[in-house]
């Protein structure tokens, strides 16, 4: 053989090299990435069960202390957290130390501190679990309930991005008015004879208090995130104009993702595709109300989307909104641990999960089975919605690898 053949023919035997090399290390990582979530799936059910302990033998700290070191950028806890029945415990028994109107909004809620200085924001029961809210899917009071479910949902999907959510029964007449500002006090009344309340917000109303049974009122509360890290709100870009007859871009141009990865802070970094998981987290809770949505401040598009504000969901299981769900099909990608979670979830898993995870709350039994039964079919739709989407563009194209390392120092 000549000089110059073995030259080619060695150039060739090495492209080849070059490119089996490349082909191997991109499938045993993906295959090592598939691996690990798996392991923090079987990781996930194993700790699903949270009973609500008080112990905290192996630190001096609060319950408070620890649930504040947890937060970093991309989580609001860790994956594992030995310590999360005692602080939900402390949420739901801790003595309430002050009582005032809750933050602005549009729907009534309580501020309140409990022993220790810690923020929790009170949601009261409107409905009873088997209520179904007619109309729009955003229709209707806030649902207490919805805020525990959607909090052991985001525990589920592995996102940990939801504050943590417990329910709660309190006296109002013995440990809320004792303790109230007179903003709140102020609005509470008697009606027949049950103690009521209606606060201070946007559509708040003497007219529609939320009323207790007696005076003991179930609720949820929702832990306030350290004030070392202060929110920033943006408006989301598959946002409703919550006016007849008027539709925002999204709602017609089918090409708007186009437009949205042009803008910052979804043309570079996590946004987009915390969007889109957080398009699947509703769609299953059935929260079509994001408007708006929070990161922590000055993050340029690196921190999480917050998951905030749950309430408006789980309103009547038997409306499937796609449109919540217009991120995912408009966009047509999902991160690769999203998609795996959610194959994980199939086949009765995710009802299942859902219950057992709830099942230790004070208020349990938290959600109606029809709505359990809704998470399960509303899965299977979103696996319907990505299997349209590789078979238009490939799984290359729709299946995005985006793992950040997550630090706790």
Known sequence: MKLKQRVVLLAILLVIFIFTKVFLIDNLDTSAANREDQRAFQRMMAGLRVALDPRLDHTLQSPWEIAAQWVVPREVYPEDTPELGAVMHAMTTKKIIKADVGYKGTQLKALLILEGGQKVVFKPKRYARDYVVEGE????????????AAFHLDRILGFRRAPLVV??????????????????????LTVGNNTCFYGKCYYCRETEPACADGDIMEGSVT??????????????PWGRTYREGKLAR???????????????????????LDIIDTAIFDYLIGNADRHHYESFQDDEGASMLILLDNAKS??????????????????????????????????GVLKSALRTAMSHDPISPVLSDPHLDALDQRLLSILATVKQCTDQFGPDVVLVEDRMTLSHL
């Open 137 to 148: 899917p955003y229709a209707g009071y806030d649902r207490h309930n919805a805020e525990v």
């Open 167 to 188: 329910g709660r029964f309190v006296n109002l007449r013995t440990e809320i008015k004792p303790v109230a500002t007179e903003q709140l006090l102020g609005t509470f």
């Open 223 to 236: 832990l306030w995130l350290p004030d070392v890290w202060p929110l920033q709100k943006h408006r989301h």
């Open 250 to 272: 999204w709602e017609y141009d089918e090409s708007y993702c186009d437009a949205v990865k042009k803008t910052s802070p979804y043309d570079s970094g996590p946004r987009l």
């Open 314 to 347: 789980f309103g009547n299981p038997a409306l499937d909104e796609r449109s919540i769900l217009a991120p995912l099909y408009q966009c047509c990608i999902i991160r690769v641990s999203t998609w795996n979670r959610l194959n994980y979830l199939k086949n």
